[in-house]
């Protein structure tokens, strides 16, 4: 079962400008990562942030975590065509062991 | 180095028929992973192992599905009596040692029966 929902669940935007994702989650964690993954094949990891941390970035990128509000968010900055892509936050439960509990993902789409 | 790899890419299969789908982690890494992507969700968690033994199965969802790793390194996911609902893309994932750090995937098998 899906343990987050994205929103939006689509998102488009013109190249340049920034594209946010949130995700939700039910249970308590020990870290959130953000995935990307094109065209339904191999997901590529993105970031990974830890239940004790509230922000991290990596270069274009930027990860909130608010575990209060059990939910994270993704920011892209100065998007670019290429980032066209399906983007999904998978949770590792403290209680789940090692698997991922992923999203629905939000489909981004970067129009030039 | 070289990624997770996986083959077959594409499996096109008729109902009724067994599969096996390959996966070969990241050299070193002893925590393996297999997820199920249906169209339009996200992944769903199959089974993990850590080194050779099955450390979590219990997201397989019947016993027609049963995976295996050996030695330690390459895992052979099984689909027993195939079903037009296990259509789907199966992805593999590794990490050093599955200790809740990053899980690095394969392209994934996009398997369908027909």
């Known amino acids: 079962s899906q343990q987050g929902e994205e929103d939006p669940q689509a998102l488009s935007i013109q190249e340049g400008e920034n594209a946010t994702m949130n995700c939700s989650y039910k249970?308590?964690?020990?870290?959130l990562q953000w995935y990307r993954q094109n065209s339904g094949r191999g997901l590529v990891h993105l970031i990974l942030?830890?239940?004790?941390?509230r922000e991290k970035h990596s270069g274009r990128l930027r990860v909130t975590l608010d575990t209060s509000k059990k939910s994270s968010s993704l920011l892209i900055t100065a998007s670019r065509a290429a980032d066209t892509a399906s983007y999904f936050c998978?949770?590792?439960?403290?209680?789940?062991?090692?698997?991922?509990?992923f999203g629905e993902g939000t489909q981004l789409t970067v129009n030039p | 180095g070289a990624g997770v790899s996986q083959t077959p890419s594409n499996k096109v299969t008729e109902k009724g028929k067994y599969v096996e789908l390959r996966c070969d982690p990241i050299?070193?890494?002893?925590?393996l992973y297999w997820y199920r992507q249906s169209l339009g969700q996200g992944p769903e968690f199959l089974i993990y192992?850590?080194?050779?033994?099955?450390?979590?199965d219990s997201g397989l969802p019947n016993d027609r599905f049963f995976a295996v790793r050996p030695e330690g390194s390459v895992s052979t996911l099984k689909i027993q009596r195939t079903e037009r609902g296990d259509s789907a893309v199966y992805l593999c994932?590794?990490?050093?040692?599955?200790?809740?750090?990053?899980?690095?995937f394969g392209p994934g098998t996009r398997l369908l029966v027909l």
């Open positions: 994932a590794s990490s050093s040692s599955g200790g809740r750090e990053t899980q690095y």
């Open positions: 249970t308590s964690i020990n870290n």
């Open positions: 942030i830890r239940s004790n941390e």
């Open positions: 998978a949770t590792d439960g403290s209680g789940s062991g090692s698997r991922l509990t």
């Open positions: 050299s070193g890494h002893t925590a």
């Open positions: 192992f850590q080194g050779t033994g099955a450390a979590d």
